[in-house]
């Protein structure tokens, strides 16, 4: 690390290089400050998408279509605050790439990577919303967990594979290249791929969930009005309107998280595309709240889902290595 001096004299990412990149000079107490923050930020993200993807593995109840999705999201956002909080933070802080080439080339795919899965996984529980909403008696045919699990390993190859062409066809991490020090881990992206990019990663994503969940909120709008509307009367209501109205809240919760990513998502990949260097700080802003948005979303999951919070309570108590706790029904079960 370097630290503020008293000369302020230029400070170096690379000394030994005659184009090593200039390296930002920070108090010390801007460091310490920046670096907590940020491991803080990492460990949370951690630790609460672990006790997600511990809770829907370990409980045979919560084996459903729906939870494998967001299971699979949880390991999205785990990798988010396992390896791209870290390397990301190094970056700005430090302002400077200390990790050589190499790893400059697999950071950029997996940068790529997880926010592509995270898009994919997002299509996918609209979809899975819509059916189980718009269409409930085809959901338990069209909508099982085999097929869920096919889908999810789907998404994650083709945006594996996509985010390696990408960044494997462009021109990064060329320490020789003259408009470039050393010290720095970009890519530059052709024109072609600009407009592929934008087509796969905001347009085609953005308008099918948008026009799926405007869909499923009229329709569970609807639904709702009819079945207050019956409970007002005094009329039965049958046990279908009651998990028809169940649906339609999931579908509100998740709802809530495709929101929430998309008013991040969409104004940082619109900057993004700008090679206006005002706008950097402005994009960088934007990138960090997609990244507390990985550790946002176990809080929402632990308000709108009381299964959460039972199965975080058996974790914490050890209660998962007692004999045959993955057959608890963590719905009905009300042990402290």
Request: proline residues 3%.
């Amino acid at each position: 690390m370097a630290y503020e001096t008293e000369d302020h004299e230029t400070q170096y990412c690379f000394p030994a290089f005659n184009s090593s990149c200039i390296k930002t000079i920070r108090a010390t107490h801007e460091y310490n400050i920046m670096y907590v923050f940020f491991s803080l930020l990492s460990a949370w993200t951690v630790i609460m998408n672990l006790l997600v993807i511990i809770s829907i593995s370990h409980f045979k109840k919560l084996h459903t279509p729906t939870n494998m999705l967001i299971l699979s999201l949880a390991v999205v956002d785990l990798l988010i605050g396992l390896i791209i909080m870290p390397l990301d933070a190094i970056k700005l802080i430090e302002t400077c790439w200390y990790f050589g080439d190499h790893l400059c080339g697999l950071y950029l795919v997996v940068i790529g990577l997880l926010p592509s899965a995270s898009l994919s996984h997002l299509i996918l529980i609209a979809v899975d919303r819509y059916v189980a909403v718009c269409h409930p008696l085809l959901y338990p045919q069209k909508i099982t967990t085999a097929k869920t699990i096919l889908s999810i390993c789907i998404c994650w190859f083709c945006s594996t594979a996509y985010n390696t062409a990408l960044v494997s066809s462009s021109t990064h991490y060329d320490f020789q290249k003259m408009d470039m020090c050393y010290g720095k881990c970009t890519f530059t992206v052709s024109y072609a791929w600009r407009v592929t990019d934008l087509i796969m990663s905001l347009l085609f994503p953005c308008t099918v969930i948008i026009t799926l969940y405007l869909r499923i909120f009229y329709v569970a709008h609807q639904q709702v009005k009819v079945i207050n509307s019956l409970l007002k009367g005094g009329k039965h209501v049958m046990k279908g309107s009651l998990k028809r109205k169940s649906e339609g809240k999931a579908a509100l919760t998740l709802g809530l998280i495709v929101t929430v990513y998309l008013l991040g998502w969409i104004p940082y990949f619109i900057l993004s595309l700008s090679e206006n260097t005002e706008m950097v700080s402005t994009t960088l802003v934007l990138l960090w709240i997609l990244y507390i948005n990985s550790a946002v979303n176990p809080l929402i999951y632990a308000l709108f889902y009381p299964w959460f919070k039972m199965s975080f309570k058996h974790i914490i108590t050890l209660k998962i290595f007692q004999p045959a706790s993955s057959l608890v029904d963590i719905f009905t079960d009300n042990q402290s």
